[in-house]
């Protein structure tokens, strides 16, 4: 959604514990150094399990464009 110029996105995942998963986050780590690079303190970007569900939160402060 987008609301004052500020773009809030949400996504949940079910994690799937019948895969061999071996990342090591790189993914992720790569999205915050390009946050940190292009909206450097005008973000916000968190990631969190609970229950077997995978949250991401990411908020933009669009208006500094």
Same mark, same amino acid.
């Given at each position: 959604?987008?609301?004052?110029?500020?773009?809030?996105?949400?996504?949940e995942?079910?994690?799937?514990?019948?895969?061999?998963?071996?990342?090591?986050?790189?993914?992720?780590?790569?999205?915050?150094?390009?946050?940190?690079?292009?909206?450097? @303190?005008?973000?916000?970007?968190?990631? @969190?399990?609970?229950?077997?569900?995978?949250?991401?939160?990411?908020?933009?402060?669009?208006?500094?464009?």
């Amino acid at each position: 959604t987008v609301e004052n110029n500020i773009l809030i996105f949400t996504i949940e995942n079910k994690i799937n514990q019948n895969k061999n998963n071996l990342s090591l986050g790189t993914g992720l780590g790569n999205i915050k150094k390009r946050l940190d690079l292009f909206y450097h @303190n005008k973000h916000e970007f968190s990631t @969190n399990i609970r229950e077997e569900i995978f949250f991401t939160y990411l908020k933009l402060n669009l208006a500094w464009w």
